[in-house]
């Protein structure tokens, strides 16, 4: 009779917290206590040890089911999402794990998250925490109710931000998922959402056909989307939000810049914002000034020089479930890599002007990438190289010393000695085509 009392308990206990829990493991480590057939407690009876987890990403705060006063009932305690999150040792995000199945939503327990992330091969991170969406979605400007204005979220997962932008009142969301599984799920949300299943960060491959989504051409998204070509000095009509992959932020982040300053690719449509989360050592490098050879760049030229820039939050890695290799790899760094920023790159309104226009802008990118291939090296002995005996004249004319060298060279000097090179009838762009045509056998073999 006490086996059939346990087992009545256990039913009334199931049907009473399921409701909120969600899940048939809602029972795991609550206490049962076994009663005898009076309904009384059975003295020296062992405890059955249950408890209930629930990550809920679209609530204001995980819900921690605790005991009530009669040790009988459970009630739910709802506990901030900040102090929920330090005692798992977690904050704002999470690495992507396997998409949930559809019977399951976005439920995942976290134990499982956790060990699921730990067999990936390959990584992408999201945001799970609903405060860090709220501060994200805050970060995007009030201008989130204005029509002309679309957001693109890049692989949102399970769409904690998403449903953020939406409840914000943002007029119009594009999510961008590279995943079919995530692509399902954000069907399902309300609002103002369109989904596609495209990854951002790999459109316009090199090379010519019809590539299957993922893979997507910027002209067909855009088209689609019934986005039109805007002026370069009109407002931002697209803002970009998303991690940057984390195993090539470099090489996208170049890709990026050149695409912007030849208005190809997205630029084609305007001055897009890109509001990315990037490692902290590669945000450092972005940053870094003249004189620091060892980091001063030309993609940091190029950013400088085309964007403001702007740190907008920094998360730390520990708030992340990584795989082994990515923390092995962010170790190496000189850098300090203890977060994951979250960075503005606003394209200038002004930037086409005063004689660079995206036909000649691949010279300022040659110019650029040449200097910086050997930062030690005497600029005058490149502008020579370019145009003999022209090196002295160009650094009188913007007051430079002549043993200055190309890593000591500021970003907007860069600029403005382009100018003066671009207007001067003594030098030749030869020295451009051998740069041109390795690029080009470079695109072909790709």
């Known amino acids: 009779m006490s086996t059939q009392m346990c087992r009545v308990v256990e039913l009334m206990m199931r049907s009473a917290c399921c409701p909120t829990i969600r899940s048939r493991s809602c029972l795991r480590k609550t206490v049962l206590v076994p009663v005898g ?204 939000v998303g991690f940057l992959p984390q195993n090539n932020e470099r090489s996208i982040l170049l890709k990026m810049v050149y695409a912007l300053f030849e208005q190809r690719s997205i630029y084609r449509y305007g001055r897009i914002e890109l509001n990315l989360f990037i490692s902290e050592s590669e945000y450092l490098k972005l940053m870094s000034s003249p004189g620091e050879m060892m980091h ?3 993609s940091s030229v190029l950013w400088q020089m085309s964007c403001d820039i702007e740190l907008l939050h920094k998360e730390p890695w520990e708030s992340f479930v990584a795989p082994s290799r990515q923390s092995a790899s962010a170790a190496k760094s000189k850098f300090p890599n203890d977060h994951l920023c979250l960075v503005r790159l606003c394209p200038r309104a002004d930037l086409f002007s005063a004689g660079l226009t995206p036909s000649n802008s691949y010279t300022l990118l040659m110019m650029v990438k040449q200097c910086l291939a050997k930062r030690k090296a005497k600029l005058i002995d490149r502008l020579n190289l370019w145009s003999p005996d022209s090196g002295s004249k160009l650094l009188s004319e913007m007051n430079m010393q002549e043993d200055i060298q190309t890593g000591h060279v500021y970003p907007e000097e860069y600029l403005k000695l382009f100018q003066l090179m671009d207007k001067s009838q003594e030098f030749t762009q030869s020295w451009l085509y051998e740069e041109i045509l390795e690029n080009t056998q470079r695109e072909g073999r790709g």
């Open 37 to 240: 057939p009076s309904g009384l407690s059975v003295p020296g009876a062992p405890m059955l040890h249950r408890r209930a987890y629930s990550l809920d990403s679209f609530s204001s705060g995980p819900v921690r089911p605790t005991l009530g006063t009669s040790s009988q009932q459970p009630h739910v305690v709802r506990t901030s999402s900040t102090s929920a999150l330090s005692h798992r040792n977690l904050s704002a995000v999470a690495v992507q794990l396997r998409p949930p199945s559809p019977r399951r939503g976005s439920q995942r327990g976290l134990k499982e998250n956790v060990r699921h992330s730990r067999v990936l091969k390959e990584s992408r991170n999201f945001i799970v925490d609903p405060e860090l969406a709220q501060l994200v979605t805050e970060h995007l400007g009030p201008d989130l109710q204005d029509a002309k204005t679309v957001i693109f979220d890049c692989n949102p997962g399970p769409g904690v931000l998403t449903r953020t932008l939406l409840n914000a009142g943002a007029r119009r969301v594009v999510a961008l998922e590279c995943n079919k599984s995530y692509v399902h799920e954000l069907k399902e949300l309300e609002g103002q959402l369109e989904v596609v299943h495209c990854n951002f960060f790999k459109l316009d491959p090199i090379g010519h056909g019809n590539p299957k989504p993922p893979v997507m051409y910027t002209d067909k998204l855009f088209t689609d989307l019934g986005i039109s070509e805007a002026c370069w000095t009109d407002d931002v009509p697209v803002k970009v």
């Open 296 to 298: 001063y760049r030309a």
